[in-house]
């Protein structure tokens, strides 16, 4: 049991949301061809990464635009994918008939241009987040919760946040993080070192923010042991890696364990938390109540975080990262969804 949980360990870091990320700028005509594999031995200078610099400086001019023109930018640009990629299109309606079988094939297919154009803003939101101050909007978004930060303070535990792939990720960062005494993140590094340079430069320029990949589980949990802050993204389909199988808006959906073992083996406080752009323009945090018992029994953990997803996603449904087969893994037996 123990070398399956390290395994699943290991694949903390969706592979499916970088290649993801890879295919958009791809079709945005970006000029970015991500590696299959690293080549740490390479310069970042190489020829061969002109391409991905050619893209940052790229986006590095478009943090410039105004937050109001990104978000029409992104609007134009969502539409434009969701014509183009007709395959994560497909992905998107199978997710939304799943889980809203209530929506006719019109609400799902306006609901996927929908999920699109706030993927596309979200990328645009990272840009801002990656170079230009964020403190009026750390200043102005909503968060609710704070106490639960407090109480777990006041217990002298760390915090692991579980979250959700909505579509403001990485500008949700630091509007999460100002918020923590010691902010910290799970990532899985980009296959592109001067994309993962870029994203992990304008990242850890925030607050201080420390963050750990697969292969620094041990210094996350004493990070977590002296009063760290831990954001976790965790409600992905990992394949193989998935351990346990739960409800998700009624289908079962693997999920990982190893937010119950980090809980467990860091004696952290687990707070869910959500993180949303509202139709107004405005931006929401909010903080769950302390889960009591979490660690003690990796399926119930899941159900826990599941539910919590769900009752945001019904509130912006449209933010939620439908682009991804969540429902990959199924159980014996269950019919495939794509």
Not at 8 to 14: G, I, M, P, Q, S
Not at 87 to 112: F, I
Not at 306 to 320: A, G, K, L, M, S
Request: proline fraction near 5%; include cysteine.
């Amino acid at each position: 049991m123990t070398n399956r949980i390290h395994e699943n360990l290991t694949y903390l870091a969706d592979e499916e949301c970088v290649r993801l990320v890879d295919r958009f700028f791809i079709i945005t005509g970006h000029f970015y061809m991500a590696s299959g594999k690293r080549n740490r031995k390479r310069s970042l200078w190489h020829p061969s990464y002109w391409p991905a610099w050619t893209l940052v400086c790229l986006l590095w001019l478009l943090s410039f635009l105004p937050m109001g023109l990104k978000q029409r930018l992104g609007g134009w640009l969502g539409r434009l994918l969701s014509r183009k990629m007709q395959s994560r299109a497909r992905v998107a309606d199978a997710n939304l008939a799943a889980c809203m079988p209530e929506l006719d094939a019109a609400s799902r297919g306006q609901l996927v241009e929908d999920a699109f154009v706030a993927s596309a803003r979200g990328v645009l939101e990272s840009v801002h987040a990656w170079w230009r101050d964020m403190t009026p909007y750390c200043e102005s978004a909503s968060v609710h919760g704070t106490e639960h930060l407090e109480e777990a303070k006041r217990r002298g535990k760390g915090v692991l946040l579980i979250g959700g792939h909505y579509s403001i990720f990485d500008f949700a960062l630091p509007l999460i993080a100002c918020k923590l005494e010691k902010p910290g993140y799970m990532y899985r590094p980009n296959n592109n070192p001067v994309i993962d340079r870029m994203i992990e430069r304008g990242r850890r320029r925030h607050f201080g923010i420390r963050s750990f990949t697969k292969r620094q589980i041990r210094p996350m949990l004493s990070f977590l042991k002296e009063g760290g802050q831990v954001w976790f993204a965790c409600d992905q389909d990992f394949g193989k890696k998935s351990e346990v199988f739960v409800p998700f808006f009624g289908v079962s959906a693997g999920c990982i364990t190893s937010p119950s073992y980090i809980a467990r083996e860091s004696g952290a406080a687990v707070i869910c938390v959500s993180h949303l752009r509202m139709p107004d323009g405005s931006y929401r945090v909010v903080f769950s109540p302390i889960q009591e018992s979490f660690g003690e029994y990796p399926e119930q953990d899941a159900e826990v975080w599941n539910r919590f997803i769900e009752t945001t996603v019904r509130e912006q449904p449209d933010q939620y990262l439908w682009l991804h087969k969540r429902f990959k893994s199924r159980p014996e037996g269950a019919a495939a969804i794509y």
